[in-house]
């Protein structure tokens, strides 16, 4: 379930132990941040920067932690690309577009690009999700 969705209406401790995270401070205060924030592509960076501006007295490590669990929750998704990690606030299947100039990442709304043919999963194994990230250079 997307952060932004109707568990907006749900106070933030409910929607944490409704995913099996418990609800401490540093946790609600994130997912709130998370809620009110217009970005959907967030660094761990930028939003600990964001956190500490609001007043959150966050450790870099609680923020980078917390995100990864609220992705493994399904909260959130991460996404890598080559040394960068971002967390959209829209879980579901989507694709991206980073622009290397200015170092963004944004949602792709055209319809889902997907290779032709795809491999078989090693025996064993389950393609659980395709992830394709276009990137862009300013011109």
């Known amino acids: 379930m997307a952060v932004r969705d109707a568990t907006l209406r749900e106070p933030a401790p409910q ?3 409704r995913h099996r995270i418990l609800p401490t ?10 809620r009110d924030t217009l970005q959907t592509h967030i660094s761990p960076d930028q939003f600990h920067r964001d956190l500490t501006e609001k007043g959150q007295r966050l450790s870099l490590a609680t923020v980078y932690n917390t995100l990864n669990q609220f992705a493994a929750a399904g909260l959130v998704r991460r996404i890598g690309f080559g040394e960068r990690i ?3 606030t829209d879980p579901n299947l989507h694709h991206h577009y980073f ?6 990442l944004e949602a792709m709304n055209e319809p889902f690009p997907l290779p032709e043919t795809l491999p078989s999963a090693p ?10 990230i276009v990137r862009l250079r300013n011109v």
């Open 15 to 17: 929607t944490l132990r």
């Open 25 to 34: 401070r540093q946790r609600i205060a994130m997912l709130e941040a998370l």
């Open 86 to 88: 971002w967390f959209c």
């Open 99 to 104: 622009n290397e100039s200015l170092g963004t």
């Open 123 to 132: 025996a064993g194994t389950e393609i659980c999700g395709i992830d394709i």
